[in-house]
């Protein structure tokens, strides 16, 4: 009865992934990490990838990876439509910090599926009735001696003492900036995100995306507000707007705060209308919720959504502990446009201007 094989995939993907963040990460590895270490074909062709652009001198980056894994072979490239089998892994793995851990688990388990594979090979032997128990015993010394020579062959001193000292520097100048209260990664000012990301970290790259008139710039001026104000320098540009614009912008966002929040209730010509929907969308929508409807927007729109995207750290929404507050949150995340097509829909009574804002999906 043999003995099975050790799995790496968690490891090997966490490992490519952080290269593909932080693609100059790859000449740390210093040759600790080879191709036949990884037991996944896609895995393998952009490690590939990697060294053969690295061996070339050539600059390496998300377009030349792809690039190079066509090159390498057409046809598992076109299996794996590209490097987007992994857009999950890219999600799951937030920046190029773990990257010496993942080569050490990717090293580690490669030398025991190496163990394995050698102990069935010498079990086979040792069940001939001729064995030669000394000539065995020195075949497994050799495996595992090879095993061994393999996996520290690319092991550069130097490096290691240069990288061990780097981190030792930032890890001291991190404890520093904790012990005089400074927060090392700048919080975005939404609790609830912070509390699922620590923030945003120094290296990353941060992308909203979202439907037209999402809030999507609203959230990202409020996140470099965040920032200003813990002291931290900001810029913000657009490749869509004008000058003008911009300036109308801030004057639009101005009046925001000076009419809506800085002030409390429903004021102006429309006030009995939108007091109306505003509470018979509340009323809807709660009791959606009690009924369990997940036809209803508020499921589609809001919950299916949250409960997507918690569970990429393996977290829940718990609504039911508190229907009344995510109806809340529902409605405060609309946009107005949204909120008047919604309430025009489900209440044709009420005249609003009215946009095409809503995905029926």
Excluded at 26 to 48: A, Y
Excluded at 156 to 182: I, P
Excluded at 293 to 301: L, M, N
């Amino acid at each position: 009865m043999g003995l099975n094989a050790v799995q790496s995939y968690p490891a090997e993907r966490g490992l490519v992934a952080a290269l593909l963040g932080r693609p100059a990460s790859f000449h740390e590895l210093g040759g600790r990490v080879t191709e036949e270490m990884f037991t996944e074909p896609g895995l393998r062709l952009v490690f590939r990838a990697f060294a053969g652009l690295a061996s070339r001198g050539e600059r390496i980056d998300m377009a030349t990876v792809e690039a190079e894994m066509f090159r390498l072979d057409h046809r598992l490239y076109g299996e794996l439509n590209g490097v987007s089998f992994l857009s999950a892994m890219l999600q799951a793995v937030r920046n190029d910090s773990h990257i010496h851990e993942y080569v050490r688990l990717v090293q580690r388990e490669w030398m025991l599926r190496g163990c394995v594979a050698s102990l069935n090979k010498r079990g086979l032997e040792a069940q001939q009735p001729d064995v030669d128990v000394m000539k065995l015993l020195a075949g497994v010394t050799d495996d595992m001696d090879g095993l061994r020579e393999h996996a520290s062959g690319g092991v550069d001193v130097r490096m290691a003492a240069e990288v061990a000292r780097e981190v030792l520097a930032r890890s001291f100048r991190n404890q520093e900036a904790r012990e005089k209260g400074e927060h090392i990664q700048v919080r975005t000012g939404f609790d609830e995100l912070d509390d699922l990301t620590g923030g945003l970290y120094r290296g990353e790259l941060a992308v909203l995306s979202g439907r037209p008139s999402m809030g999507k710039t609203a959230v990202a001026l409020h996140m470099a507000l965040q920032a200003a104000r813990a002291g931290r320098n900001t810029l913000y540009f657009s490749i869509e707007m004008s000058e003008d614009l911009f300036e109308e912008i801030r004057r639009v966002k101005r009046e925001n705060y000076e009419k809506i929040y800085s002030k409390g209730g429903i004021e102006g010509d429309s006030e009995e209308e939108l007091r109306e929907a505003f509470e018979k969308l509340y009323d809807r929508c709660l009791r959606d919720l009690n009924s369990g409807d997940e036809s209803s927007y508020i499921f589609k729109h809001h919950i299916s959504r949250i409960e997507q995207q918690l569970s990429y750290y393996h977290r829940t929404y718990a609504w039911q502990d508190d229907k009344d507050q995510a109806v809340v949150d529902y409605i405060a995340s609309m946009t107005d446009g949204y909120f008047c097509e919604l309430t025009s829909k489900l209440f044709p009574g009420l005249k609003f201007p009215h946009r095409t804002y809503i995905n029926e999906r």
